[in-house]
T-cell receptor, first 112, second 113 residues
Framework: DQQVKQNSPSLSVQEGRISILNCDYT??????FLWYKKYPAEGPTFLIS?????DKNEDGRFTVFLNKSAKHLSLHIVPSQPGDSAVYFC???????????FGKGTHLIIQP | DGGITQSPKYLFRKEGQNVTLSCEQN?????MYWYRQDPGQGLRLIYY???????QKGDIAEGYSVSREKKESFPLTVTSAQKNPTAFYLC????????????FGQGTRLTVV
């Protein structure tokens, strides 16, 4: 049973617009969430994270929002740039337990 | 089922000892990666391999060694030279061309005692 779900396998956004990537989770014990970015033939790289005590974390063009009641988080990229075209993975962890549970990823395509 | 397997899940090592973490994949992926995760931090790349018999250092390779004798296997050795080896280690694999999927193992928690 998938505990972290990214229901959109792909997303196409025009350059300069906002990209919104969504992630849902089912395990209420998760208290730390991360986003990873991956280019083809490269390993995933850490992008941004958020603790469950917050509902928003911002880093430059990237903002992650967490809605604990809905068990939903989203990554906003504003403005979207061509270099943002990549696969984005949502991951979750819980205090006291090792490991990250990953979603399957969303392929973001930024169109000129 | 296709996937990537790390073993063991928990590993204890005495100071001064080398220890090897296993990572196996049956996805026919060319590329494999080792990451380290510390509390409150994202993944940091230790080593990666794009093809059999070839591998490259990542951001924090000191104190680690790898081998890639088979496509399916990419073991990581934590040597006694690694000053702070207690961490969570994650292995990943991906296709080498336009395949954008990445698969992750479940991780190994290494504790130095």
């Amino acid at each position: 049973d998938q505990q972290v779900k990214q229901n959109s396998p792909s997303l196409s956004v025009q350059e300069g617009r906002i990209s919104i990537l969504n992630c849902d989770y089912t395990n209420s014990m998760f208290d730390y969430f991360l986003w990873y970015k991956k280019y083809p033939a490269e390993g995933p790289t850490f992008l941004i994270s958020i603790s469950s005590i917050k509902d928003k974390n911002e880093d430059g063009r990237f903002t992650v929002f967490l809605n604990k009641s809905a068990k939903h988080l989203s990554l906003h990229i504003v403005p979207s740039q061509p270099g943002d075209s990549a696969v984005y993975f949502c991951a979750a962890s819980m205090r006291g337990a090792d490991g990250l549970t990953f979603g399957k990823g969303t392929h973001l395509i930024i169109q000129p | 089922d296709g996937g990537i397997t790390q073993s063991p899940k928990y590993l204890f090592r005495k100071e001064g000892q080398n220890v090897t973490l296993s990572c196996e994949q049956n996805l026919n992926h060319d590329a494999m990666y080792w990451y380290r995760q510390d509390p409150g931090q994202g993944l940091r790349l230790i080593y990666y391999s794009q093809i059999v018999n070839d591998f490259q250092k990542g951001d924090i390779a000191e104190g680690y060694s790898v081998s890639r004798e088979k496509k399916e296997s990419f073991p990581l050795t934590v040597t006694s030279a690694q000053k702070n080896p207690t961490a969570f280690y994650l292995c990943a694999s991906s296709g080498s061309t336009t395949n954008t999927e990445a698969f992750f193992g479940q991780g190994t928690r290494l504790t130095v005692v």
